[in-house]
């Protein structure tokens, strides 16, 4: 099986010794040679690739990064030029997406120099979007690490939580227990958001302090050798009323009903109506994102359950699951796990119970 730098070539070049691909975006970079640094570039070609980083990080590269050449360089261009000059290459495609107007702009200088145009056509992003999306099994394990973490600590926060705490000081003990359990960091800066905050789908932990019949939202996941996990529960402190108990109940059985659903084929866009659907039924207006996202090496990834995103469904896509209900100046509710889509339908990523849990 060809390795992420070998479908690049397949995918983008197709055998033209003419032409090459520069990836510079970190995550990109990480993802094709599994070596993360701050600086660098993965500069493709028909049948060979190069990473070149600085003297920072090149003995660990030539240690550990896969499927490529190393070099260390004091000038990045110059050592670009010389490889464009060295393999004959006239054209090198580049990331439009995560390059900066300024950076595209001085690559494709210094590469006139030497005689090669800049393609900023897109067609690199489409590639890496591509790629990236399907997870190898071994990324899957990678995910599913990351995710054995949030799990334990979604367990060890529940009898942590007591009436009077701060949501900072919730934030605080999840994120303690992650990386004390393993984990490299947060995937992302914690949600935790109780009573009338927990109405803010992305509100950020504040000294607001729980009280009886609150709701509290955690969202949150671990990063684990470069790639993210991702989930989010709601639980109730004492007592729920049955209006939030109906609340809670529908965005279960929207999160159980998109499930369901996920199929290879199926588009994105249809997961995420089942979900909205059965939420505006009764609650029109109060469910405002996607249905969920692709998580890998960043948080965010292609596709998404969205109604804006038609991508079919295929095996190996790794996407969340996370309706809600957010009724302000009152309280929300939003149910996350993440799903692998398999050959057959999909599975959970996730452990944690789904039913409401009252502390």
């Known amino acids: 099986m060809a390795n992420s730098i070998e479908r690049l070539s397949e995918l983008l070049i197709k055998g033209d010794s003419k032409k090459a691909a520069l990836v510079f975006f970190g995550k990109n970079r990480r993802f094709f ?35 490529c050449e190393v070099i260390s360089f004091e000038s ?29 702009n001085r ?22 979007r591509e790629i990236r999306m399907i997870k190898t099994p071994a990324e899957v394990a990678k995910i599913e690490s990351a995710q054995a973490i949030t799990d334990a600590s979604f367990s060890h ?26 984990a490299d960091g947060v995937a992302f800066e914690p949600i935790v958001v109780a009573g009338e905050n927990s109405s803010l789908c992305h509100g950020v932990p504040s000294n607001n302090a729980v009280k009886k019949g609150d709701f509290i939202t955690m969202d949150f996941g671990a990063l684990l050798d470069g790639y993210h996990s991702d989930m989010t529960r709601t639980v109730a402190v004492g007592s729920v009323s049955d209006e939030q108990k109906a609340v809670y109940d529908t965005v279960l059985k929207a999160h159980l009903a998109a499930e369901a659903a996920v199929k290879p084929g199926i588009p994105c866009c249809d997961i995420d109506k089942v979900a909205r ?70 599975r959970s990523l996730t452990n944690s119970p789904k039913d409401l849990i009252i502390l």
């Open 277 to 346: 659907d059965i939420i505006d039924e009764n609650y029109p207006g109060a469910f405002g994102h996607g249905l969920g996202h692709g998580v890998g090496v960043e948080i965010h990834e292609w596709p998404r359950f969205s109604k804006l995103d038609s991508t079919p469904c295929a095996a190996g896509m790794v996407v969340t699951n996370e309706p809600g209900i957010y009724l302000a100046g009152k309280y929300g509710v939003r149910i996350e796990d993440m799903l692998l889509i398999t050959d057959n339908g999909c």
């Open 157 to 182: 926060i529940l009898p942590f939580i007591k009436e009077g705490m701060t949501e900072i000081e919730i934030a605080l003990e999840i994120e303690f227990f992650m990386r004390k359990n393993g």
């Open 76 to 104: 990045m261009t110059d050592e670009l030029n010389k490889l464009i000059k060295e393999n004959g290459v006239s054209q090198v495609y580049l990331e439009n997406e995560t390059l900066s107007l300024g950076q595209a």
């Open 107 to 128: 690559f494709a200088k210094e590469f006139e120099k030497v005689g090669a145009e800049a393609v900023m056509s897109g067609e690199l992003d489409a590639v890496i």
């Open 33 to 67: 040679t599994e070596f993360p640094s701050s600086l660098g570039a993965l500069f493709v070609t028909k049948d060979r690739s190069w990473l070149l980083v600085d003297f920072r990080y090149a003995e660990a590269a030539k240690r550990s990064a896969k499927n």
